[in-house]
């Protein structure tokens, strides 16, 4: 309780820092270079100063905070990662050597491509499927609110209510978790889905589906409803069936927001790590690049080295999409 | 759509739709039932079997030669191997754990030292025999009952007490509320700087901030830990305490914040700024005055992210925070939990149902500003 209070009275005094911050060196620029009052050449000469100066005073908290949380951690960690566990010795590129000839980092880069092909098309199509299906009834909106809700779930809490599915009992006692007593019930013989070596992942992966699957489906949806009702009714009076019109009429008209939904999930798959980790902590095959950084982070004392060089990887691995975003923003930009 | 109206698979699309509910709504309804289940029962069956009665294999101890009454010249101890339990249907019942079934209700079974055992269908048994008992250790009973489904909060009341639930509960509500409430005028001022002023380099900053929007927050944790550590070390403060983790949240959230708060600022109509600087309004009172409150709609949904990224986050917390006892958060907790209580169903669907609470009913009351945030964080710029 004294904590909470302590946090709020440090919010209110972050949020009173912020207003006074603001305020005061808006407040002194007016008194250093005033223009109201004043006319002629010096009140266009403040004018113009102000105008020039005020948008760093704007820009300034944001700027700072930046640069030390995200750029300047960015070239940190390109540097550790060309020095030993203790960030001191220059060691090169012996980091990079250790980790192709590593058996459990090939492991974690072959998975997370298994994620990569697997997650962000599943999720793609499952959301772009309800989209279109909800849209014809009237109660889609509570079906997609209902499918939209593991959103708000961390993946730590669906880690469990997964693990809960995919409990094991030995073969005999009756199944507590949903698969095994489904397979049971068929007539299998129940597993401990977690143990199996190449398709754990796949059991892993169904937990970011199960989650992502709703941010897919808000956004496709709303590109759907996007299209322009003239095309569809044209393709109907051309004699177009259903299936038609969705897959020659619609989905071309919104690659673009398929596009942007692939990317985003992609991005957050090469970033999974709290499922792995509390699913199966990368055992029996399951290692994935995240989990296996922060494994090296702390493992033995903490190696940043190596911790940085894995990070390293998944920022090259991101950027291809970085730089794409970038493009479509600046088009955007232009555009205006 | 026109063409669905007419076609005759509405009911298909109906049943599929309701199969995808199911599908995604289920393994939720399951944790939340389980959770609520009596701990020996959520034990052996499975949460799809909780309406209905359970039959679960247990043992009871008897009391000890001491309780013995002397009744008609023979020694009993008697009582009821269901006490505690309301009701319930004993269907067989044995004296060795290698028969536990080997006799029905009403059957007298001869223990080997003289002694007779009887159970009753309700649960009431008798141990009779010729000569005083004797041993401090009661008889093991056996058996197999049908239990009638029972359902309590004493597993939320455990979780709370003794497993660290309800201090990480704290400490949760600690990191997510100031890390979500700090950074938006931070954001806000930046965001109108790239939205509405005119300088040098506006563009790089903002292709800046999209490119930011993507760097992976592994490529932070190193530095900044050894920054905190620099920093801790040279003030002679702790290098993991809530303000950092506080700063930390602020600047990975920040890029989001910007680029929202961005697109919507930049979507707001200019007369309204024109008009208002030919009434001799500076930057700061138009911004003050009137972008911040009609951005409420922008300021609302990156609160909402916000919040649900820094109660639900795990890696920021592990890192910054720590994992001692004392400064776990809530996914932190859960994550122990599931080392240390792995198989305790009732421990973990609890505790896991405490952590997703607060973002199912942040989620359910702010849905709208969600979707908003949602759309215009991804379909406009991305």
């Known amino acids: ?336 | 759509m026109i063409a669905s109206a007419r076609s005759p698979l509405v009911w298909v699309v109906h049943l599929s739709v309701i199969l995808l509910v199911l599908l995604w709504t289920l393994p939720t309804a399951g944790l939340l039932i389980s959770s609520l289940r009596d701990k020996d029962q959520l034990a052996v069956s499975g949460w799809w079997t909780a309406l209905s009665t359970s039959t679960q294999s247990l043992v009871y101890r008897a009391p000890g030669a001491d309780k013995q009454v002397e009744k008609d010249g023979k020694f009993v101890i008697s009582g009821n191997l269901l006490e505690g339990q309301s009701t319930g249907l004993v269907s067989a019942f044995g004296f060795n754990s290698r028969e536990p079934t080997a006799f029905q209700p009403g059957q007298t079974a001869d223990l080997s030292d003289g002694e007779r055992l009887t159970v009753q269908a309700d649960g009431t048994f008798e141990i009779v025999s010729d000569k005083g008992m004797e041993g401090t250790r009661g008889q093991r009973i056996f058996y197999t009952a049908a239990v009638p489904p029972r359902f309590t909060i004493d597993n939320y009341i455990e979780v709370m007490r003794a497993e660290g639930i309800g201090a990480s509960f704290i400490n949760s509500l600690t990191v997510a509320i100031p890390s979500t409430i700090i950074p938006i005028l931070v954001a806000a001022f930046a965001a109108y700087a790239l939205a509405w002023m005119k300088f040098p380099g506006r563009a790089i900053l903002i292709a800046v901030v999209v490119g930011l929007l993507v760097v992976p927050l592994q490529m932070s944790l190193i530095p900044l830990l050894k920054l905190y550590n620099g920093v801790g070390a040279f003030l002679g403060v702790p290098a993991k305490t809530y303000v950092g983790i506080w700063l930390a949240h602020m600047g990975f959230g920040l890029p989001l914040a910007i680029y929202l708060l961005r697109n919507y600022m930049a979507g707001l109509p200019r007369e309204i700024m024109e008009s208002a600087r030919v009434d001799g309004a500076s930057d700061f009172d138009i911004f003050v005055k009137i972008i911040l409150p009609l951005s409420f709609p922008a300021l609302a949904s990156f609160a909402i992210f916000q919040f649900l990224w820094t109660w639900n986050d795990l890696l920021v917390a592990m890192v910054f925070l720590g994992t001692g006892n004392d400064s776990l958060v809530l996914t932190g907790r859960l994550v122990n939990l599931l080392g240390s209580r792995g198989g305790n169903w009732e421990i973990l669907t609890a505790s896991a149902f405490i952590t997703i609470i607060v973002p199912l009913i942040v989620f359910f009351s702010l849905q709208r500003y969600l979707v908003r945030g949602l759309l215009a964080g991804s379909v406009k710029g991305g």
């Open chain 1, 1 to 336: 309780m004294q904590q909470l209070l302590f946090a709020i009275t440090t919010m209110a005094a972050g949020v009173l820092a912020c207003v006074a911050y603001f305020y005061g060196t808006n407040w002194i620029l007016d008194r250093i270079f005033p223009s109201k009052g004043l006319t002629g050449k010096v009140a266009s000469r403040n004018l113009r100063i102000t105008n020039t100066i005020r948008p760093w005073l704007f820009l300034g908290p944001a700027m700072v905070s930046l640069t030390i949380y995200l750029i300047y951690p960015v070239i940190e960690s390109v540097w550790l990662s060309f020095h030993d566990k203790s960030g001191q010795t220059f060691v090169g590129i012996s980091n990079f050597k250790w980790m192709i000839n590593d058996g459990e980092f090939r492991q974690s880069i072959y998975n997370n491509f298994l994620w990569l092909l697997v997650v962000p098309a599943a999720a793609t199509f499952f959301g772009l499927i309800i989209a279109a299906l909800t849209d014809r009834i009237w109660w889609g909106n509570i079906a997609k609110t209902l499918i939209f809700m593991p959103m708000a779930i961390s993946f730590v809490g669906a880690s469990v209510i997964w693990k809960f599915i995919y409990d094991f009992r030995p073969e005999g006692s009756e199944q507590i978790g949903l698969l095994n007593a489904l397979v049971v019930a068929f007539g299998g013989s129940p597993e401990a889905w977690m143990t199996l070596p190449f398709w754990n992942n796949f059991f892993l992966m169904v937990i970011l589906i199960w989650i992502q699957t709703g941010f897919a489906m808000v956004i496709l949806s709303a590109a759907l409803r996007g299209i322009p009702e003239e095309t569809i009714e044209a393709a109907v009076i051309d004699g177009a069936n259903g299936l038609q019109i969705f897959f020659k009429i619609m989905i071309p008209q919104i690659w673009g927001t398929i596009a942007v939904v692939w990317t985003t999930i992609t991005i957050l798959v090469l970033k999974v790590f709290d499922i792995v980790l509390a699913m199966t902590n990368g055992q029996w095959q399951s290692q994935v690049l995240a989990n296996l950084m922060f494994d090296w982070m702390f493992r033995g004392g903490g190696d940043f080295g190596r911790g940085a060089a894995i990070a390293v990887v998944i920022m090259v691995l991101v950027i291809p999409i970085m730089i794409w975003n970038i493009r479509n923003a600046a088009k955007e930009m232009e555009g205006r």
